[in-house]
């Protein structure tokens, strides 16, 4: 167990709707990074918060967007859903404010399925 | 840019060393090399990371040349329970901070 929770576990929804997917950080960690895993395109950064700022981006669509709390949880948020969205998300937490050459640890997942 | 590129598959046997290399040619000068590993329907598990020479903690060794073009991790007498996905992650080098990983490599360890 990493210390990272990510709720709902399993999602099922259509296309062209809306979903919030939630992140609750390892004791301590101020930052939290949020990943997508498919078969064909691996692991892909979205985006890094630290304290509540977004510290790093990568390959985020429009359509998604993300935010950080107060407490330190954070939430993605993706829109307009569509087939090629299905995937697991996963959240990752770490103490520090770099994206890169910092221990990330992962949380168990939500697994997305856009029908 | 960077780019990373593993092999996607390798197969071993109990006890053997395992040697899993990641090509990264235009890691940027200040960024680390990470490694980590993944079981089916699991977050990915950090093994090791570093960022010239050689790192050993108590489960790899992560080789990592001058040129720093490449690294390669290094799984000692390998078990059963060292069957999952393994992945190397640097920092694109970019302005927005942005990581990457490489696609993974799958390794099997058979009795």
């Known amino acids: 167990d990493s210390g990272v929770t990510q709720t709902p576990k399993h999602l099922i929804t259509a296309t062209g709707q809306r979903v919030t997917l939630r992140c609750s950080p390892r004791s301590g960690d101020l930052s939290v990074y949020w990943y997508q895993q498919s078969l064909d395109q691996g692991l892909q950064f979205l985006i890094q918060y630290y304290n509540g700022e977004e510290r790093a981006k990568g390959n985020i669509l429009e359509r998604f967007s993300a935010q950080q709390f107060p407490d330190l949880h954070s939430e993605l948020n993706l829109s307009s859903l569509e087939l090629g969205d299905s995937a697991l998300y996963f959240c990752a937490s770490s103490v520090g404010s770099r994206s890169s050459g910092i221990t990330q640890f992962f949380g168990p997942g939500t697994r997305l399925t856009v029908l | 840019l960077a780019k990373t590129t593993q092999p996607i598959s390798m197969d071993s046997y109990e006890g053997q060393e395992v040697n899993i290399t990641c090509s990264h040619n235009?890691?940027?000068?200040?960024?680390?090399i990470t490694w980590y590993q993944q079981f089916p329907s699991q977050g990915p598990r950090f093994i090791i990371q570093g960022y010239k020479t050689k790192v050993t903690n108590e489960v790899a060794s992560l080789f990592i040349p001058a040129d720093r073009k490449s690294s390669t991790l290094s799984l000692p007498r390998v078990s059963l329970s060292d069957t999952a996905v393994y992945y190397c992650?640097?920092?694109?080098?970019?302005?927005?901070?942005?990581?990457?990983f490489g696609k993974g490599t799958k390794l099997s360890v058979k009795p």
């Open positions: 992650l640097v920092g694109d080098g970019g302005s927005q901070g942005n990581l990457i």
């Open positions: 235009n890691i940027a000068t200040n960024d680390y």
